[in-house]
């Protein structure tokens, strides 16, 4: 009972934090937009791959974009201390160096998720763009007598920006699921249930993607080649370790042969 009650004010702190972010986010919320969209934005007209402008067609549009910037935000600053409140929780049920194992893993998988984060938003988010943007390219002669005008709409903008994070966290979670699967099995195990694998692959790629064969079978040749990069680069690990482990017990045979 008294484990029951810990749970819940554990989670009364955690609501209370997410509400405070959440407010805080409302205060700067133009700020924190602004530093969502820095990376495309430019207050020259005519430049190629950004945008000095939003429009919206509707009055709840703009208090919609600014609810799901502060969800988002408020949510992935929150993380990291729901991750501690619950290694504090399982800390008095685990032994010393279970839980020592199990606090290196979770810092792993934030450091992990963060980095890949920042990587994605920063620098793969705007070539993404970029690479869009560049078809309204009035310099080819071909379309010399069309012009393109891109009014983009905030919350097309940020529809966009979340659908981009959301996947790019699914395929962080997915990645930290097979390295932990990875770690756990090995490679052998790994080898001879990877058909069970690929058949998680198909039930992820029906259930995470829209209801067409086109996206599914888009998802599933990229958890497909996800799942045997991940072989791939165990079974090098693997060399690699069995190299040094021989290269070791050669200079401790040639040590002991010296004296």
Known sequence: MFYLKELILRLKYISFGFTFLLLTCYKYKNVLFLSTLFSILDFNEG????????????????????????????????????????????????????????????????????GLNCFGFFVIFPTIWLWFSNFNDTTNNFNAGLDFFFELKVVDYCGFLFDFMYLLNILLLLILILFFILNYLGLKNLINWKKLFIFFNIVFATLLSPPDVFNQILLLFLFTILLETFIIFLIVMFKFSLLLKRQHVKRNQSKKCYH
């Not at 729901?82 to 792993?108: A, G, H, M, T, V």
Request: charged fraction near 10%; hydrophobic fraction near 45%; charge should be neutral.
């Open 47 to 114: 430049s190629s791959g950004t945008v000095n402008h939003f429009i919206y067609t509707h009055p709840t549009e703009l208090f919609q974009t600014y609810l799901w910037l502060m969800t988002f935000i408020s949510l992935l600053l929150i993380f990291p201390y729901f991750i501690w409140q619950i290694l504090d929780f399982l800390k008095p049920s685990l032994y010393c160096n279970e839980y020592i194992r199990l606090k290196s893993f979770l810092n792993f998988c934030l450091a992990f998720t963060g």
